[in-house]
């Protein structure tokens, strides 16, 4: 059998062949003409080299081999349909799939944990790969299908991609509780005086764009560490007299033991969007999954553009 010949459309019209064992109701049933279905069964017989439905008094009789081929067309054809109309149902409670999410650690933290948590009540068949965020691989990632949805700041995605906001990010000034110089308000001018903490992802750096806001009013802070994670800073400012500015959801619900306060001078915050390819933009359960993720990052806060600080 030359299969190069068979295409979708003939195997739907066998199926209602032999479903109707008659060519006029075939015909209605697909919506076309009576010729044009008489011409597919003709590329049929062609193709199976068999007759496959004969004529008879009433209708047409089914040969052996088309009989054989029944059952297997029709568990073949709704698998077909099943693919392409899963998209219009989906039901998280009794879904089973696998999700992939590039996001920072520190959004793992503050959106992917409360997500997981959410999603173990609302859809216990659906598991969440987490993987680290890389800025420079994410666009060939998503359009691989390597992940499905990044956590990120806007400017750092790929124009070509898709993309949702999900809050505004601000920075927050932590010290420990019992600190010997912070007890509430701190100037621009005693905060420099304080040892500190800053982040650097990519490793190493003693200053951020905070640094050059304090040479514009003529001070130098005291950075004594540079930490490659948001998340080693609160236990540590915890545990010493360091200070640190950190987003502010981070430390939102894991204050105890520290202060939480405004910093010293201005400090522009970050926006925090979700990206996704256009391959997974219609998905049902791409759309859900995207709604879900949203309701976990919670209410936007208000806070300037985007300027990274320590």
Known sequence: MDTSRLDLNLLVTLEALLTERNVTKAAARLHLSQPAVSAQLARLRDVFEDPLLLPAQRGMTPTAKALALLEPLRQALDQVRGVATSHLHFDPATADLTVTIAASDYL??????????????????????????????????LARGDIDLCLMQPMEAAPSLRMRPLFQECYKLIARRGHPVVT??????????????????????FSTPVDHALAALGLKRQVVLSAASFLFVPDIVGRSDLVALVPERLVRHRAAGLQVLAPPLPIDGFEIA?????????????????????????????????????
């Not at 049902?284 to 995207?290: E, K």
């Open 184 to 205: 509430g308000k701190l100037s621009a001018k005693a905060f420099a005086r304080l040892e500190q903490v800053v982040v650097s992802p990519a490793g190493g750096a």
């Open 108 to 141: 793992q933290m503050t959106v992917l944990q409360p997500l997981v948590l959410r999603l173990r009540r609302s859809a216990p068949g659906v598991r969440v790969a987490i993987r680290q965020m890389d800025s420079h691989q994410h666009a060939a990632q």
């Open 274 to 310: 979700m990206v996704w390819h256009e391959r997974n933009h219609g998905h049902v359960a791409q759309r859900w999954l995207r709604d879900e993720v949203h309701a976990a990052a919670g209410p936007r806060t208000r806070s300037g553009a985007a300027m990274q600080a320590g």
